[in-house]
């Protein structure tokens, strides 16, 4: 059962995707090669989308028979070819008159006409845009109702994921429903196996929320289990840590192991698979090993007798000096072609103390030992696991097998990379060792823990993760994808508020503004006034920034936001050609869509409305390389500068925020409120938008100016950073070099340099 379409179809089929996820009967498949829409179901083809609609409609049992059923499909179909505004106009009044006493078009739930006329609307632009203008208030809160449903929102990120990754095959995410071998509703176990030895990334993220997504979907079950093998990284804090990520991803388990749990019972396997003649203890040094194993040569001890293996192995478990020389190795092959498979070592001696058991232990199985064997035991149906270990899933069976363990479904996914992004523990332990970084929740770090921090949201990070479907490719991604993503999820609920940078502010008297301060409440958010209100000052003088200042003409017309228009009259220059102040008369009868400048100002603070002193922090990628191979050292790729600050104001409705709030500071984009500095500021995090613009690297000499100061790191001289440009242009030579130009006689009218 699948959905095939190209994400150039026109009109989009949004009523088709959005249905197939929603009742998860269909794998919805994009491929660039196809013309039309198709959907294969139960033997059958379907190719117009009210078909499909119907189709899919009927397999989820939302299909609802009635005259107005029919009225709504009629309507679906036409809208496309309705360009009129007074048409269009007339269908929306039709739509919002039924929805004023209905939740939804024909019966109490959602059925296939809703859909239909939801994707109709939505791949018409212009009646989208007349929907919001806010007259047909029941049809629109209809409308916003089916579009933030989780799986509608699935199916969007999804067409974006489609489209940046230009017709690679993107499955949605209600593939995830035909994905999972053999899996039956209730009896669905999933884990997410994390070493307690650092804090988890981005790459984790995908893995725990793709375990819980199908322990949900199945109404199974999701268990954490620390894989605590190796007690020389891990430590219990870790798994404090760990728990408190989980936490912020809205993941939490139904139950909480260790694979230290099972030390007993997978010791005992040892010896089972040892006197099986199918493990050998081996002392072959370890260079020498991984030269054995490269060639296909096999160890000297491969057909050691089983008396002196357990002999051994007895030794290695005493963690006496002999039997620190041994490892366990398992007997699967010599020379298969797949490496994996060539012997690999399934215990180890480690003398350290084990966090949770102590000393009692000093032989600790392997990864790859462990995790089928727990796999097996704690009744996981199936194991998700990134396709790099894909060349190990035979060597998991083959444990499984040799070992007589119920057996266990292996579903592989591809990594996440991102570009100019380090996962790797060791290298963004450096970052924290030498200082360059500010902890582990620093925002510039792919912890989730630092993406969280910098305004990611729990919403955005599921809809990508489920819009990279089960795609095997391994890509280093862009983050604009993500930021895009979780933008759609903030903007409709983000309150607005304004923020105007100190330096070189510009005092602005206003002609016919008040003499004493008046207050008005306005909403946070236009759109949307359950968010809340907010106190707007209106005083006969205001602050304004000097970027806007210095743009305005004279006698120009601008719009001064929540406000009005007024007329610019006169200026103020000081001696460096800054604006030092500026006289308005306010033009309220002015037209504000008639003006190119929409300003953002605030009141002059009294004893009575005072201005609430804040910090702007943007960031810039911790390196310079989009991606680092295995040979570079991370110290020569240190981005210089990759933290901006930026003095500012706000007003006093910035109190009322707690930490990790989201705003939108209107004109300058979208923060997440970090808490009060120790010099009493508060800080404003600014969250990526998803434009790329944004998101370049700004290292490499590349302007920081208009972004804040920028912080130099504390740390190797590699990292200075020279002195900063002071035009927000690159620097161009002079057209007619640096000698001086010759005047000569000319009829045309003089012209003053442009340097001067």
């Not at 725990?208 to 007690?231: C, E, H, S, W």
């Not at 192991?257 to 396997?269: A, E, G």
């Not at 996981?380 to 060349?391: G, K």
């Not at 923060?671 to 010099?679: K, L, M, N, P, R």
Request: charged share 25%; net charge negative; proline share 4%.
């Amino acid at each position: 059962m699948s959905l095939t379409l190209s994400t150039k179809t026109t009109p989009f089929p949004y009523a088709a995707i959005a249905i197939a996820t929603y009742t998860q009967k269909a794998d919805v498949n994009y491929d660039e090669s196809v013309t039309t829409v198709t959907l294969a179901l139960d033997g059958v083809q379907y190719t117009a989308e009210d078909e499909i609609v119907y189709a899919l409609a009927k397999a989820g049992a939302l299909d609802a028979d009635s005259p107005k059923a029919t009225t709504y499909s009629t309507l679906a179909r036409t809208l496309p070819t309705v360009t009129g505004v007074s048409d269009i106009l007339s269908i929306l009044d039709s739509i919002d008159n039924r929805l004023a006493y209905h939740t939804f078009l024909v019966t109490n739930d959602i059925t296939a006409v809703d859909w239909l006329l939801w994707g109709a609307i939505r791949a018409s632009i212009r009646t989208l845009g007349l929907l919001k203008n806010g007259q047909h208030v029941h049809a629109l809160r209809w409308f916003s109702h089916l579009e933030s449903l989780e799986t509608t929102q699935i199916a969007l990120a999804a067409v974006t994921a489609a489209k940046a990754n230009k017709a690679r095959n993107t499955k949605t995410a209600a593939s995830f429903a035909l994905g999972l071998q053999n899996a039956k509703q209730g009896e669905v176990v999933t884990r997410f196996p994390p070493e307690p030895s650092g804090y988890l990334h981005i790459g984790h993220a995908k893995a725990a929320m793709l375990n819980q997504y199908f322990a949900k979907m199945y109404n199974g079950k999701l268990i954490v289990r620390f894989d605590d093998t190796n007690p020389t990284k891990e430590k219990t804090e870790f798994e404090e840590t760990i728990l408190e990520d989980l936490s912020l991803l809205n993941i939490k388990g139904d139950s909480i192991t260790h694979t230290s749990d099972y030390f007993d019972t997978i010791y005992d396997l040892a010896i089972q698979l040892i006197k099986a003649g199918k493990a050998y203890t081996d002392d072959t040094e370890q260079a020498q090993m991984r030269e054995e194993r490269g060639k296909g040569v096999a160890s000297a001890h491969r057909d050691d007798s089983v008396e002196d293996n357990l002999k051994h192995f007895s030794e290695m478990k005493a963690g006496t000096p002999e039997g620190v020389r041994w490892c366990l190795r398992a007997k699967i092959s010599v020379d298969d072609q797949n490496k994996a498979l060539r012997d690999p070592v399934i215990y180890r001696c480690n003398l350290n103390p084990h966090h949770r058991t102590g000393d009692r232990w000093k032989v600790y199985p392997t990864y790859d030992f462990a995790c089928p064997i727990v796999d097996s035991i704690e009744g996981v149906t199936h194991a998700l696991r990134t396709n790099e270990y894909r060349e190990r899933n035979v060597q998991y069976y083959w444990m499984i097998d040799a070992l007589g363990l119920r057996p266990v479904h292996i579903w592989d996914f591809s990594r996440l990379n991102f570009i100019y992004t380090l996962l790797s523990k060791r290298k963004l332990h450096w970052f924290v060792d030498n200082k360059l970084v500010k902890g582990w929740d620093d925002p510039r770090f792919p912890t989730i823990r630092g993406i969280r921090r910098r305004g990611m949201t729990v919403e955005a990070l599921s809809q990508f993760m489920l819009a990279q479907g089960p795609s095997q490719a391994i890509v280093s991604l862009e983050w604009d994808s993500i930021w895009a993503i979780n933008k759609k999820v903030i903007d409709p609920v983000a309150p607005r508020l304004w923020a105007i940078v100190t330096h070189n502010i510009v005092p602005v008297i206003v002609n016919g503004a008040p003499e004493s301060a008046e207050v008005k409440q306005l909403p946070l958010h236009k759109k949307d006034p359950t968010i809340g209100q907010k106190n707007v000052v209106y005083t006969k003088t205001i602050l304004m920034e000097q970027e806007d200042a210095a743009s305005f003409e004279d006698n120009e017309e601008i719009t001064l936001m929540d406000w009005g228009n007024a007329l610019v009259q006169s200026k103020t220059i000081g001696p460096h050609g800054e604006i030092t102040s500026l006289t308005m008369d306010l033009h309220l009868e002015g037209d504000f869509r008639q003006t190119k400048k929409k300003i953002t100002w605030l009141a002059q603070p009294t004893d009575v409305h005072r201005l609430t002193a804040i910090t702007l922090l943007d960031y810039d990628y911790l390196i310079t390389k989009k991606k680092l191979e295995e040979d570079d050292d991370v110290k020569d790729f240190v981005t210089p500068v990759s933290e901006f600050r930026e003095a500012a104001f706000t007003d006093a409705n910035a109190a009322a925020l707690k930490k990790g709030d989201i705003i939108q500071f209107e004109r300058k984009g979208y923060y997440i409120f970090d808490g009060t500095a120790e010099d009493g500021k508060l800080e404003f995090i600014k969250i990526p938008d998803g434009r790329a613009v944004n998101l370049a690297s700004k290292a490499a000499g590349k302007d920081t100016v208009g972004r804040g100061v920028p912080v130099a790191a504390s740390k190797p001289a590699l990292l200075e950073a020279g002195p900063q440009p002071a035009s927000k242009m690159y620097e161009v030579a002079k057209v007619c070099g640096e000698q001086p130009v010759t005047p000569v006689s000319s009829t045309m009218y003089e012209v003053r340099s442009v340097y001067e």
